[in-house]
């Protein structure tokens, strides 16, 4: 199996249900993602944050092969229509994605 660092930093449990359904499902997408898709001989790292008024998803793993049909586009969707960030790397072998949506009341 896949090893790796989970960080959960900021107000995390003060997100509303709506935004805690949201979270949890797009981490449950991401390491599906992870656990089929990735190098299993390398760490991945995924640092969950809350802040204000978002909640930012960082996650890096090796040689993550994502298609175009993942279940990750129907997040990135969510994620651009709330007005959020969005940005997926890949670089030197490594998969980087970066996500920050707008949320009611985290922090």
Do not use: M
């Amino acid at each position: 199996g896949c090893v790796g660092d989970v960080i959960v930093a900021g107000g995390i449990d003060a997100l509303n249900n709506s935004d805690t359904v949201f979270v949890a499902d797009f981490l449950r997408e991401l390491f599906g993602n992870i656990v089929r898709y990735a190098d299993s001989t390398q760490r991945y790292v995924v640092l969950v944050s809350a802040a204000q008024d978002r909640v930012t998803i960082d996650v890096t793993a090796v040689r993550v092969k994502v298609t175009r049909h993942s279940g990750l586009a129907y997040y990135r969707e969510r994620v651009l229509h709330a007005h959020g960030d969005w940005d997926v790397r890949e670089k030197r072998g490594q998969w980087v994605l970066h996500a920050s949506v707008p949320v009611d009341n985290a922090g």
